[in-house]
């Protein structure tokens, strides 16, 4: 009779379902990764290699060179400049949109302790308990929705200016809000890095590591 081999308890912890989802941690990473980019974008059109300024700037070259352009064809050179990076912005914000979407996807397919509202229910039992932390952890967790909202409210404005030509009538209030979001995108960004820093070093070290790895397993699933 064949020895029954016993069942690693370790590698049916690491093949059952994690806190934080497969589709989560997909969707964080790639997000993060491309809203970083969309960010750059905007860092050098106006920081950078300020475009408004590029046209002084290759008159004295090419003069000189001994080359003087008329002011429309520096102003065609320019533009392929800013043309290209915006080409890089709008379809970072293309890709970025199509994230959101399969965001909301990932949320309906949370199971157990992966949805949002078991993590909150978690974190009001820990204040409950009086646990240091559990206060400052509930508010990250509104943070993040109010981040999921700027977002959807950044994609939605972005594509209406993409679309600007059909768009015409809401193109001005939409470029408005399209830049106050990405202030309030910014200022999410800056936040959520300190935060995560000053989590790790002290009350709440593997933050990182569970949205890579997935954290613990996940309950009720």
Not at 63 to 88: F, M, Q, Y
Not at 118 to 129: G, P, Q, W
Not at 149 to 171: N, Q, R, W
Request: net charge positive.
């Amino acid at each position: 009779m064949a020895a029954v081999q016993p069942v690693s308890t370790s590698s049916t912890a690491n093949a059952s379902p994690k806190r934080n989802s497969l589709g989560l941690r997909i969707w964080h990473w790639l997000n993060s990764g491309l809203v970083l980019f969309q960010l750059m974008t905007i860092l050098f059109m106006f920081v950078i290699v300020k475009v408004k300024t590029l046209a002084p700037e290759f008159s004295q070259v090419l003069a000189e060179k001994g080359v003087n352009l008329p002011a429309a064809e520096l102003r065609g050179l320019t533009r392929i400049v800013s043309h290209r990076i915006w080409d890089w912005h709008i379809w970072t914000g293309i890709i970025i949109s199509c994230l959101l979407a399969f965001r909301v996807i990932v949320s309906f397919r949370q199971r157990g302790s992966q949805r949002t509202a078991a993590k909150l229910a978690a974190i009001r039992a820990r204040e409950a308990r009086g646990e240091a932390g559990a206060s400052r952890a509930r508010w990250v967790r509104y943070s993040y929705r109010a981040f999921y909202i700027i977002l959807a409210v950044m994609v939605v404005t972005g594509l209406v200016l993409v679309f600007e030509d059909y768009l015409e009538p809401i193109k001005e209030v939409a470029e408005t809000i399209h830049e106050y979001t990405m202030y309030a995108v910014i200022a999410f960004v800056v936040a959520h890095i300190v935060g995560v820093f000053r989590s790790e070093v002290t009350d709440e070290p593997g933050v990182v590591s569970a949205m890579i790895n997935g954290g613990e397993p996940a309950e009720g699933v």
